[in-house]
């Protein structure tokens, strides 16, 4: 995504934005306190169609919406309290999906446009980077406590339960880049 094409891409990267907060609205509360959402479907989606460049600026755009206090994240939360909560890292990994799966799209060249294999790929990496980052970030706000939680415990209950929708987003992700890539 160009950002010097002035509005159209301004107002790609704002349409992309709402769509990752409409996407977080619609949650399924988990025991662990990470709720499932479509929000990865909306990062991935962002990558997809802006581009790495276009997908993060999109997805700091959320996570800044959130961090002042707009109700931008999952149960219609907002405060900078989420983000630093221990579930906060998957947020902020979040960047990294936009990233990787725009990286993935910006590699498509014409010819393999008709694929949507490349965008399957750069979310399941993407995804992959999110669940790391935000693992850890929820190891080490743990880590200093009387509930310090394992590596292990916390795959157990941060990744685990959410790897299959997650498949699911990434496969749903291809599919509708594969549909709407005309408009991109």
């Not at 990470?34 to 989606?45: F, K, Y």
């Not at 990787?100 to 799209?105: E, I, P």
């Not at 939680?149 to 209950?157: P, Q």
């Given at each position: 995504?160009d950002?010097?094409?002035g509005?159209?891409?301004?107002a790609?990267?704002?349409?992309?934005?709402?769509?990752i907060?409409?996407c977080?609205w619609l949650?399924?509360?988990?025991?662990s306190?990470?709720?499932i959402?479509?929000?990865?479907l909306g990062v991935c989606?962002?990558?997809?169609?802006?581009?790495?460049?276009?997908?993060?600026?999109s997805?700091?755009?959320?996570?800044?919406l959130?961090?002042?206090?707009?109700p931008?994240?999952?149960?219609?939360?907002?405060g900078?309290?989420?983000?630093l909560s221990?579930?906060?890292?998957?947020?902020?990994?979040?960047?990294?999906?936009?990233?990787?799966?725009?990286?993935?799209?910006?590699?498509?060249?014409?010819?393999e446009?008709?694929?949507?294999?490349?965008?399957f790929?750069?979310?399941?990496l993407?995804?992959?980077?999110?669940y790391?980052?935000?693992?850890?970030w929820?190891?080490?706000s743990?880590a200093?406590?009387?509930?310090?939680?394992?590596?292990f415990?916390?795959?157990t209950t941060?990744?685990l339960p959410?790897?299959?929708p997650d498949l699911?987003?990434a496969a749903m992700a291809?599919a509708?880049?594969q549909?709407?890539?005309?408009?991109?």
């Amino acid at each position: 995504m160009d950002l010097k094409k002035g509005g159209g891409a301004i107002a790609r990267t704002a349409l992309f934005t709402a769509i990752i907060a409409v996407c977080a609205w619609l949650s399924l509360p988990m025991p662990s306190g990470i709720s499932i959402t479509l929000q990865t479907l909306g990062v991935c989606l962002a990558g997809a169609f802006l581009g790495a460049r276009g997908g993060l600026i999109s997805t700091a755009a959320y996570i800044l919406l959130g961090v002042v206090g707009v109700p931008v994240f999952s149960g219609f939360a907002g405060g900078v309290g989420i983000l630093l909560s221990p579930v906060g890292g998957y947020i902020v990994g979040f960047l990294f999906t936009a990233l990787c799966v725009g990286a993935f799209s910006d590699r498509l060249k014409k010819s393999e446009r008709e694929r949507t294999v490349p965008i399957f790929l750069g979310s399941l990496l993407g995804i992959l980077l999110c669940y790391a980052f935000g693992t850890v970030w929820y190891v080490l706000s743990f880590a200093r406590t009387d509930k310090a939680v394992t590596f292990f415990s916390a795959l157990t209950t941060c990744v685990l339960p959410y790897v299959l929708p997650d498949l699911f987003k990434a496969a749903m992700a291809s599919a509708l880049w594969q549909k709407l890539k005309k408009y991109r």
